[in-house]
């Protein structure tokens, strides 16, 4: 003899499997919009938006080796010490633990180092914390791809 299936209890327990899943996708969603947000306020030049964007712990460690915390970047990009014509990341995975998310991978960047054009690839790892709600950078280190 067959016996029959409860349909209802089998989706029941398929989203109850499946809920955490849609939460680290939408996790992963978020921080890589944070990211991009980012990517587009320094090119706009836009402190106003860093300011909400960066965690006050930033710790910012250049390819050229320049280290700068959240004022000294926002003070760089504000006053054209370093001037973003381009930043998209062409490749990039995450890992997420929690409140705080660590994406690494490839990017883009052209712009101006003090006067001086570059258009380099980096790869990168950013470090970011969930505060009251939202994703900030606390630290970001690059280096040159060879």
């Known amino acids: 003899m067959m016996k029959q299936v409860d349909f209802s209890r089998c989706l029941t327990l398929l989203i109850v499997l499946l809920a ?18 980012r ?12 300011q909400t964007l960066l965690d006050d712990d930033l710790y910012y460690l250049h390819s050229n080796g320049l280290v700068e915390n959240k004022q000294d ?53 950013s470090v970011y914390r969930k505060k009251r709600g939202k994703w900030l950078l606390m630290n970001w280190q690059s280096t040159k791809k060879l």
């Open 20 to 37: 955490p899943l849609g939460t680290l996708l939408a996790q992963e969603q978020a921080v890589f919009a944070a990211e991009a947000v």
């Open 39 to 50: 990517f587009k306020a320094q090119v706009a030049k836009d402190g106003l938006a860093l």
């Open 73 to 125: 970047f926002i003070t760089s990009v504000n006053g054209g010490k370093i001037v973003y014509q381009q930043m998209t990341a062409t490749d990039h995975r995450i890992r997420l633990y929690g409140k705080t998310a660590v994406v690494y991978g490839l990017v883009k960047v052209a712009g101006a180092y003090q006067g001086e054009p570059f258009d380099i690839s980096l790869y990168y790892t």
